[in-house]
T-cell receptor, first 114, second 112 residues
Framework: TQLLEQSPQFLSIQEGENLTVYCNSSSVFSSLQWYRQEPGEGPVLLVTVVTGGEVKKLKRLTFQFGDARKDSSLHITAAQTGDTGLYLCAGARISSGSARQLTFGSGTQLTVLP | NAGVTQTPKFRVLKTGQSMTLLCAQDMNHEYMYWYRQDPGMGLRLIHYSVGEGTTAKGEVPDGYNVSRLKKQNFLLGLESAAPSQTSVYFC???????????FGPGTRLTVL
């Protein structure tokens, strides 16, 4: 059972359309991160949200952390072909050994068609 | 700076063979991690280290061992490879007490 559920798993849209990706959990996280991964490469951090209800904008990308710090969403406005990639959310928890462990969602594969 | 590098990029093993994956980082990070990525499963933490000479188990540690003899290197070993260990392996590192993890380019391992 995935601790973090992402939806949709696959999304194919035309350039210029808007989209929203969701990341849901029954667990509370101290912070939540969004990564983007290109084929053949490792994930790259896009943003970290820490406070419940927090909204962060990164150009055409808007990230929101749920009030209860259990869920998050990523909204892309006017998608471009360069937005194509695998989007991963990751929740951070403090483990018993004081290390911050990330739990990753299964990812949303976004394809933006020209 | 090279960031996080992984060696090798690709490897094919037969069941029962052993191998070591090497991760190196030049950012003086305290924390290092090994993940595996499988289709539809996201990334799952295998082992991690909070500093030189320390290691700890993650979510899926069985069948793997790790060592952190030097701060900049984190080694992942497979003693007796199994087909279930076919995956893409990612190493990551981060500063002490910070969440941002920097990932390497990955190693694609196939066990026949």
């Amino acid at each position: 059972t995935q601790l973090l559920e992402q939806s949709p798993q696959f999304l194919s849209i035309q350039e210029g359309e808007n989209l929203t990706v969701y990341c849901n959990s029954s667990s509370v996280f101290s912070s939540l991160q969004w990564y983007r991964q290109e084929p053949g490469e490792g994930p790259v951090l896009l943003v970290t949200v820490v406070t419940g209800g927090e909204v962060k904008k990164l150009k055409r990308l808007t990230f929101q952390f749920g009030d209860a710090r259990k869920d998050s969403s990523l909204h892309i406005t006017a998608a471009q072909t360069g937005d194509t990639g695998l989007y991963l959310c990751a929740g951070a928890r403090i483990s018993s050994g004081s290390a911050r462990q990330l739990t990753f969602g299964s990812g949303t594969q976004l394809t933006v068609l020209p | 700076n090279a960031g996080v590098t992984q060696t090798p990029k690709f490897r094919v093993l037969k069941t029962g063979q052993s191998m070591t994956l090497l991760c190196a980082q030049d950012m003086n990070h305290e924390y290092m991690y090994w993940y595996r990525q499988d289709p539809g499963m996201g990334l799952r933490l295998i082992h991690y280290s909070v500093g030189e000479g320390t290691t700890a188990k993650g979510e899926v540690p069985d069948g793997y061992n790790v060592s952190r003899l030097k701060k900049q290197n984190f080694l992942l070993g497979l003693e007796s490879a199994a087909p279930s260990q076919t995956s893409v392996y990612f190493c990551a590192s981060s500063y002490f007490r910070e969440d941002t993890q920097y990932f390497g380019p990955g190693t694609r391992l196939t066990v026949l």
